[in-house]
T-cell receptor, first 111, second 115 residues
Framework: GESVGLHLPTLSVQEGDNSIINCAYS??????FIWYKQESGKGPQFIID?????DKRQGQRVTVLLNKTVKHLSLQIAATQPGDSAVYFC??????????FGTGTRLQVFP | EAQVTQNPRYLITVTGKKLTVTCSQN?????MSWYRQDPGLGLRQIYY???????DKGDVPEGYKVSRKEKRNFPLILESPSPNQTSLYFC??????????????FGPGTRLTVL
């Protein structure tokens, strides 16, 4: 598959454990945030989003937390599965139509 | 099946030879965008389009052109490719007049190598 990044920060977790992927965003005026998942050889896939007027949002097995004070975003994956292995990107947007992506974190799930 | 398609998926070319990467979506989306992905840099936006005949520069537009003559198509044109444009390219679309303030659907990617 395509190499997304050879030197990405990597999080290794055991199957069944919870994963927490962190992201520091750059602009305090950012008002919308998204997490994307990218599997090897594929395009990014939407996971969950959150607006700046919220602190927390939950989806199926995933939770996004937003801390605007320290400009920090996190993605929590419950009961991590082998299929969760991928590169995860956070992205922010502020008053424009442009989405600014982070550099990504690789999640490795081992049995 | 709702999808974003890109062609070609792989392309090796030489410096200065004009090329076009096509992008098409069958979801009637207003917003479309092109990104390039490079190791250590994540995804960077090249151009985007809010609707037909409306295009705007992203963060790295130099060396690229786009057009949006039809709602479903958003081709990326490299008039005179250079080796620094060797990259993995993604097209994306979004069903929202709010543009990027919404989930974007990505194509499978085009691996371009410029020799």
């Amino acid at each position: 598959g395509e190499s997304v990044g050879l030197h990405l920060p990597t999080l290794s977790v055991q199957e069944g454990d919870n994963s927490i992927i962190n992201c520091a965003y750059s602009n305090s005026a950012s008002d919308y945030f998204i997490w994307y998942k990218q599997e090897s050889g594929k395009g990014p896939q939407f996971i969950i989003d959150i607006r700046s007027n919220m602190d927390k949002r939950q989806g199926q097995r995933v939770t996004v937390l937003l801390n605007k004070t320290v400009k920090h975003l996190s993605l929590q994956i419950a009961a991590t599965q082998p299929g969760d292995s991928a590169v995860y990107f956070c992205a922010e947007i502020y008053n424009t139509d442009k989405l600014i992506f982070g550099t990504g974190t690789r999640l490795q799930v081992f049995p | 099946e709702a999808q974003v398609t890109q062609n070609p998926r792989y392309l090796i070319t030489v410096t200065g030879k004009k090329l076009t990467v096509t992008c098409s979506q069958n979801m009637n989306h207003e917003y479309m965008s092109w990104y390039r992905q490079d190791p250590g840099l994540g995804l960077r936006q090249i151009y985007y389009s809010m609707n037909v005949e409306v295009t705007d520069k992203g963060d790295v537009p130099e060396g690229y052109k786009v057009s949006r003559k039809e709602k479903r198509n958003f081709p990326l044109i490299l008039e005179s490719p250079s080796p620094n444009q060797t990259s993995l390219y993604f097209c994306a679309s979004s069903d929202s007049v709010a543009g990027a303030y919404n989930e974007q659907f990505f194509g499978p990617g085009t691996r371009l190598t410029v020799l």
